[in-house]
Nanobody, 126 residues
Framework: QVQLVESGGGLVQPGGSLRLSCAAS????????IGWFRQAPGREREGVSC????????YYTDSVKGRFTISRDNAKNTVYLQMNSLKPEDTAFYYC???????????????????WGKGTLVTVSS
């Protein structure tokens, strides 16, 4: 049974940093695509960053390029999202996701993935 558990959210001041973690269990992460999505109150879900499993093709939504970095540690079966230079508009619930199919990062961030965590809240405020 695929399970994803996010951690690392919290309150941070504008300009600060957070690293989100997503512990995966029930499957081997190295053959799966990974992704981070977010949803702010009253807004649609947005694909933040997604990485394919086949060639590591990585997509970032324009608003986080140069500030966020997605990564994976296959030995720990864990996915990360390093978030730097945080802005109030980054405030949202952040969800980790994974998918066994071989699509590109941009595809996944546009259409979603098969398996989801329950999310962790990131609040950027002074």
């Amino acid at each position: 049974q695929v399970q994803l558990v996010e951690s690392g959210g919290g309150l941070v001041q504008p300009g600060g940093s957070l690293r989100l973690s997503c512990a995966a269990s029930g499957f081997t992460l190295d053959t799966y695509a990974i992704g981070w999505f977010r949803q702010a109150p009253g807004r649609e879900r947005e694909g933040v960053s997604c990485m394919s499993s086949s060639d590591g093709n990585t997509y970032y939504t324009d608003s986080v390029k140069g500030r966020f970095t997605i990564s994976r540690d296959n030995a720990k079966n864990t996915v990360y999202l390093q978030m730097n230079s945080l802005k109030p508009e980054d405030t949202a619930f952040y969800y980790c996701a994974t998918d066994p199919r071989g699509y590109s990062g941009s595809y996944y961030c546009s259409y979603g993935m098969n398996y989801w965590g329950k999310g962790t809240l990131v609040t950027v405020s002074s």
